[in-house]
């Protein structure tokens, strides 16, 4: 744990707020253009990083996320289209009031709710993160081999109801992380006497290819929705008000907390729990869908809380249970950070970064969102075909940025293609990531297991945390395939009555 | 056939080449008990089993569909086919910028990049367009080039220029 001093350092003698407002106003204004995820937000920025201080480049990364959550509401208040997928529960109440006339209210009530689950995210981040990483001491190569089966294993809630895609993209992945140099015996593998192939794709390319490039593949030929207000003003909460929205924001929190930890789980899930749970616990529920002040705060605390909480998982096990943690799973692994509990071991420094760098974000937001409003309502106004055309070429220039190489921008067109065609036919993404950001510490940690022993595969059940992990791997896939077997005949029921 | 069965082959096809591919990966005398070739083996094994599983879920589907006489596609899914031209073509822009782009150079591949992606995706044909071309184009070189201090390529045909 930073001391005090370690902190002032940080906020003094690095570019650490700097990089935070950078990545709070980019997450923003990303968040804000309704088709632009927080994972997307961030898989653009992600290039960017090749080059900086690892910290500072995760600090920055993870106020993107941070920034995109809030960003994402403001489309969802003012035209009903959620900028992010998990503001889409803000929507039902927030739109209600802007038609009431009372947009500057609802952003507001969004804005202080977000800050208020960030920070409560952002503090259960930092006490239950950091006993997790006691664990590092004990982790061999069979531990890691563990942990990142438990990794794979989050692919089994992520099917999107069809499991058989969901290993099949996984599979794919993995495919993709195997070319290059064999990590063990030095043997290049479908590197088909490509140079660029040596070190393989890097999981950036794939993440970019997958997310950006994809969404703007698909968005081609649509339309352009309604148009914001150029007038409206951010209106933030009384006292009263704040004292109101207590209950609600109390339910974010819990929510957000609980779906952050469970892999699979993600702020869209969180938003919309919490969205009912605020109904039933609320004084008022038949407000609610009429343009009630909690059914705005209740989702934005909880998927701001996710936020922090998501990277818990991913900080502590090197499990990311989202699109967005995944991304930043990337950027970790870009700047050959390991993740799990060496990081902590390794690398205290980028986790005080990230600490104090969400920390410098959240308290910033309330002044940035407030301050960036009329801009993030600028960009959306901007017609959509120049949109399209700009982001595009930041996308393309970003990637040059990697390695000045145009061989990476051909990988990252291709697996354009590969991403819209998996889209079309319903294959989710990010088992696919799963398996090029885990494949090669599952396979390396496997291998070396057995090197290790001389092939005997027992080492795996000697090893008390991997047999621990592989437990908790096999359990959540046997939970996640009952649930979605349990769905499936829930629906079919539903089906037979009408 | 329907999207799974399609993709069930397309799963299968990808297998089969990923598995021969594996024959041209060499030996080591560093080699362990997986070798490197294990793994990869392994995946176009399972990738096989699960593409068959969705062709022969996918024709079972078709089958049944048809059986009911329905043997038309959803209005939903003939939309989404007819915008794949659209979307590939919106891809070639960024293949036509690698290409161009060790040639022309950065400022005016991003130049062209911007102004034709925004015609094609149904800017009106006026002044605006070269505008805010090149304002992005500056924009991004003063980003990129100056401030990040990127090696972006001059091009071969400005290389005696700069």
Known sequence: MATFWDIIHLLTGTPLIFVAIMGLVWGILGGALPGISASITMALVLPFTYTMDPAMAIALLACVYIGAEYGGSIPAILIRTPGTNSCAATVIDGYELNRQGRAGEALGISLMSGVVGSLFGLAMLVLLTEPLSWLALAFTPPSYFGLGILGLSVIASMTGGSLVRGLAAAVIGLMIATVGTDPISGVTRFTFDVPDLLNGVEPVLVMVGLFALTELMSQSGSTDLTQLKESVRIRLPSLSMMNKLKRSQTIGCVLGLFEGLTPGGGGSIAAFMSYNEARRWSKTPEKFGKGSEEGVAAPETANNTVASTALIPLLSFGIPSSNSTAVLLGGLLMHGLLPGPRLFEQNPQVIDSLYVGSFVAIIAQIGVGILLLPAAVWLVNRPRPYRAGFIFALILSGIYTLNNSGFDLGIALALGVVGYFMRLCKFPFLPMILGVVLGHMVESSYRRSLVLSDGDMMVFLQDPICVGLLLAAAGFVIYSLTREVLDARKAKLKEAHG | ?162
Do not use: C, H
């Open chain 2, 1 to 162: 056939m329907n999207r799974d069965g399609w993709s069930g082959l397309v799963l299968l096809a990808l297998a089969g080449g990923y598995y021969w591919a594996t024959g041209a990966i060499p030996n080591s005398t560093l080699e362990d008990e997986v070798g490197a070739i294990g793994l990869p083996r392994a995946l176009a094994i399972a990738l096989a089993v699960l593409g068959l599983i969705l062709a022969v879920r996918g024709f079972l589907a078709a089958r049944a569909t048809a059986a009911a006489g329905n043997t038309g596609t959803a209005i939903e899914d003939e939309e989404r086919d007819a915008r794949i031209p659209r979307a590939l073509g919106f891809l070639a822009f960024g293949a036509a910028y690698v290409l161009l782009l060790p040639y022309v150079g950065y400022f005016i591949s991003v130049a062209l990049l911007i102004a034709s992606v925004a015609l094609y995706e149904g800017a009106p044909k006026r002044w605006t367009v070269p505008v805010a071309a090149l304002g992005g184009a500056l924009l991004y070189w003063a980003v990129f080039v100056k401030l990040l201090g990127v090696n972006q390529p001059v091009g071969t045909l400005f290389q005696g220029l700069f």
